[in-house]
Structure formats: structure tokens, C-alpha cells
């Protein structure tokens, strides 16, 4: 069980530092004047994919605890939160 949990933490520190760029601004940016479909879209995509990794973020203290290979892809995986939430 250990290594599917290891295997989702890093895939999802991919997902993080490749996306979380664009998702953060995305939900911080004022909206803009007029009918942008495309800005719609991307700022519901982006209201979706932050609500499931609120969820994730919840779950990383306890996975921090178990130790081994989990707990330092959690801690990992949380630092990379902090680091796009800042930006």
C-alpha cells in the first residue's frame, strides 16, 4: 500500500509544480470586462482542481506521519504547495 501512496504523492508533486502556476494566479486575478469564454472556462477548470487538492492538502499531515518514502513525498508535496500558493 505504501508504494501506491509513494507513487500518488509524486505524481501529484508533478501535477503541482506543473499546473499550480496556473492555477493560483488564475483564482487570485480580478475578472476582466466583457464575455471571455476561454477565461470562464479556465477559471472554472481551476476552481475544480483546487477544491481536489484542498482535499489533498488536508490529507498530508497524517501521510507525514507514517515515515519512510510516504512521509517524505507528503512533506514534499506540501512544500511544493506553499511554494505556488506564494507566487
Known amino acids: 500500500m505504501d508504494r501506491h501512496i509513494s507513487i500518488s ?8 509544480r506543473t499546473f499550480g502556476p496556473v492555477i493560483y494566479p488564475t483564482l487570485k486575478a480580478s475578472s476582466s470586462v466583457g464575455v471571455d469564454l476561454q477565461a470562464e472556462q479556465r477559471l472554472e477548470h481551476c476552481n475544480m482542481c ?7 492538502k488536508h490529507c498530508l499531515p497524517a501521510l507525514s506521519r507514517r515515515g519512510g518514502t510516504v512521509a517524505k513525498s507528503a512533506q514534499e508535496l506540501n512544500l511544493a ?7
Request: net charge negative; hydrophobic share 65%.
Open 9 to 16: 504523492l509524486e505524481m501529484l508533486l508533478k501535477l503541482v
Open 81 to 87: 504547495f506553499q511554494e505556488v500558493a506564494m507566487k
Open 50 to 56: 483546487f477544491v481536489e487538492l484542498e482535499k489533498v
